[in-house]
């Protein structure tokens, strides 16, 4: 059992971070003994700039379509097993399902080895509810045109229990599909810690629930207007991440990120408890550089597919 909501709070607001990362470090030496931290290489598709917004009634507009087809060319090419389509289900589409279907069906009918990650929790029920279906009724049918995976984000904790009760209502209804998901806490812009333990007990609970969710992470809201000075401490990041793993102890992979704050702190996520280190992007670093930087915290890189199943070591 993981640590209570009480010692959660505790944790958040001490100011021992060395020990709350040694705690950390130890849950992840229980459940992670063997000493490797997995990455994943994939990539994110933005529909409506690749397709530039054009709908048709059966199907995808063809030249529009190729052109997000080449766009996950892009990623296979420098060998990406996942893609995240990304803005595409936050309207009511006006060819309806079969529209998302048809787009869903011709990239797996070219890249049939990819991982589709695509369809925000509010973008679900926006469209389920734009075409009178059931949640899962209509993740059941994107699951069977080649979705894989829905999005791990989606749920802004400013908005109190009725966003997060949402959000586990459509991961609920994913995992009764059979699709693993990863939960994504968006942390940092203003929310109480009672709401961020509020998240991490709603995660826990439908794991326990449906032991659908392959792994969590604990992600940094953007800086106000884009200034790094005004952002998320590298402090409050590594206390978030050493506080997720030791609550979420029936989730298996924690991940941290590079994502806003750099290789340096990425490498020190790995003694505050993280496992992996999530999909590796061009942005963020080369995969060579991820490499480096989980052999020099002392463990053995090892390339995972999208899903936490199959491990390679690098």
């Not at 079969?98 to 925000?120: D, H, S």
């Not at 961020?196 to 207007?225: I, K, M, N, S, Y």
């Amino acid at each position: 059992m993981g640590i209570s909501r009480e010692q959660a709070l505790d944790c958040f607001r001490s100011d021992d971070l060395v020990g709350i990362g040694m705690e950390a470090d130890a849950v992840r030496r229980r459940l992670h003994p063997e000493g490797v931290v997995s990455y994943a290489i994939g990539g994110s598709v933005d529909c409506e700039a690749a397709m530039g917004g054009v709908r048709s009634g059966n199907g995808p507009a063809v030249g529009c379509a190729h052109r997000l087809f080449d766009e996950v060319e892009k990623i296979v090419e420098i060998g990406g097993t996942g893609v995240r389509l990304a803005s595409w289900g936050d309207r009511e589409w006006a060819g309806g399902i079969e529209w998302l279907e048809g787009l869903l069906y011709g990239v797996k009918q070219r890249f049939p080895a990819i991982w589709i990650e695509g369809l925000t929790a509010v973008e679900a029920r926006s469209i389920a509810r734009g075409w009178g279906m059931g949640l899962r009724e209509t993740i059941a049918r994107l699951s069977d045109a080649g979705l894989d995976s829905i999005v791990g984000d989606g749920v802004g904790l400013l908005g109190g229990e009725r966003n997060v009760a949402r959000w586990v209502e459509v991961h609920r209804a994913a995992h009764a599909v059979g699709m693993r998901t990863t939960a994504e806490m968006v942390f940092g812009a203003g929310e109480t810690l009672d709401r961020r333990v509020d998240f991490l007990e709603a995660v826990r609970g439908l794991q326990e629930e449906t032991g659908g969710f392959a792994a969590f992470a604990p992600v940094a809201a953007a800086a106000p207007g884009g200034r790094e000075l005004d952002g998320v401490t590298a402090v409050e990041r590594l206390k978030t991440l050493a506080i997720a793993r030791m609550f979420l102890d029936n989730i298996e992979n924690v991940q941290a990120s590079a994502a806003g704050q750099g290789l340096k702190v990425l490498q020190m996520g790995l003694r505050f408890g993280a496992n992996d280190v999530g999909p590796v992007r061009a942005e963020n670093g080369s995969e060579e550089d991820v490499r480096r930087i989980i052999r020099d915290a002392g463990f053995r890189p090892a390339q995972r597919d999208m899903a936490h199943r199959a491990m390679m070591l690098a």
